[in-house]
């Protein structure tokens, strides 16, 4: 059964930084994406980043947080990061790890498989 524990939520204050990680076990290959999205109650589900396991290291950027935002990989520990610097009170937020078959995707709806979260928050 493959599961996906997010970490490294927290509060911070506007202009701070803050690195999610992402820990997957139960993997049996590694022909698979993984992404982050985030939700705010009352708001739709919005895409943030995503990476391929299986090809050179690549990701799908949201307009919301590019040139903030960046994802790395290690695939020793099965581990993907997000490193959120520049932090605005906006990005507050539920942040999700995914994982799907496949390459990397922006649409919630192609994602096979779904951490519990971790709680960001931003303060003015």
């Known amino acids: 059964q493959v599961q996906l524990v997010e970490s490294g939520g927290g509060l911070v204050q506007a202009g701070g930084s803050l690195r999610l990680s992402c820990a997957a076990s139960?993997?049996?290959?590694?022909?698979?994406?993984m992404g982050w999205f985030r939700r705010v109650p009352g708001k739709e589900r919005e895409f943030v980043m995503s990476?391929?396991?299986?090809?050179?290291?690549?990701?799908s950027n949201a307009d919301s947080v590019k040139g903030r935002f960046t994802c790395s990989r290690d695939n020793t520990k099965n581990t993907v990061y997000l490193q959120m610097n520049s932090l605005k009170p906006e990005d507050t937020a539920v942040y999700y790890c995914?994982?799907?078959?496949?390459?990397?995707?922006?649409?919630?709806?192609?994602?096979?498989?779904w951490g519990r979260g971790t709680q960001v928050t931003i303060s003015s």
């Open positions: 139960g993997l049996t290959s590694t022909s698979f994406s």
């Open positions: 995914a994982l799907r078959w496949g390459r990397p995707s922006s649409n919630a709806n192609e994602y096979n498989y």
């Open positions: 990476i391929s396991w299986w090809r050179d290291e690549q990701t």
